[in-house]
T-cell receptor, first 107, second 112 residues
Framework: KNEVEQSPQNLTAQEGEFITINCSYS?????LHWLQQHPGGGIVSLFM???GKKKHGRLIATINIQEKHSSLHITASHPRDSAVYIC?????????FGKGTHLIIQP | DAEITQSPRHKITETGRQVTLACHQT?????MFWYRQDLGHGLRLIHY???????NKGEVSDGYSVSRSNTEDLPLTLESAASSQTSVYFC???????????FGQGTRLTVV
């Protein structure tokens, strides 16, 4: 069973700061997912990646397959980025999830 | 637009009652999943299906069942609801293991 660890568990930052959330996993995978969940809300897929780097607006995700590690970066953070960010790794029987990083961006 | 919907969004039920949570997707995905989300545990897999008439147990399947009679729907049934099953339940679907997963909005279930 793949073990997925995220850090930090909680992060509070000021508006405009550069944010980094880390994810490591124990077993080789076909794809890694970054998800976003707003308080009381549903889960939205931000990225799915199997190698290299992807960028969408102010969000950047990178993965290092050899080191079994991925990072999610947010540039020029904004209060609307406040949410729980969840890393998940894909397998034949669905996704295995980290416990999430609770991000708060203060104005 | 294709979507995945869950109903109801909120449900309160009594211990011992049978409860069914609905999940309907219009992506025409073969893979469908049910997860529960609890503080301190993150999301955990309850049951999953690769297609019609196929169902499989996940990590926390005890007390739950699913059926897959068509591509669009994967209802989750709690045979005899217990307080330990108070949770938020998410349904998800995907085309295959190498594609993006789409999630429903969640069902908050309270067993009293």
């Amino acid at each position: 069973k793949n073990e997925v660890e995220q850090s930090p568990q909680n992060l509070t930052a000021q508006e405009g700061e550069f944010i980094t959330i880390n994810c490591s996993y124990s077993v080789g995978i076909s794809a890694l997912h970054w998800l976003q969940q707003h308080p009381g809300g549903g889960i939205v897929s931000l990225f799915m990646l199997s190698s290299g780097k992807k960028k969408h607006g102010r969000l950047i995700a990178t993965i290092n397959i050899q080191e079994k590690h991925s990072s999610l970066h947010i540039t020029a953070s904004h209060p609307r980025d406040s949410a729980v960010y969840i890393c998940a790794v894909g397998g034949a029987d669905g996704l295995t999830f980290g416990k999430g990083t609770h991000l708060i961006i203060q104005p | 637009d294709a979507e995945i919907t869950q109903s109801p969004r909120h449900k309160i039920t009594e211990t011992g009652r049978q409860v069914t949570l609905a999940c309907h997707q219009t992506w025409n995905h073969n893979n469908m999943f049910w997860y529960r989300q609890d503080l301190g545990h993150g999301l955990r897999l309850i049951h999953y299906s690769y297609g019609v008439q196929d169902t499989n147990k996940g990590e926390v399947s005890d007390g739950y069942s699913v059926s897959r009679s068509n591509t669009e729907d994967l209802p989750l049934t709690l045979e005899s609801a217990a307080s330990s099953q108070t949770s938020v339940y998410f349904c998800a679907s995907r085309e295959n293991m190498n594609t993006e997963a789409f999630f429903g909005q969640g069902t908050r279930l309270t067993v009293v």
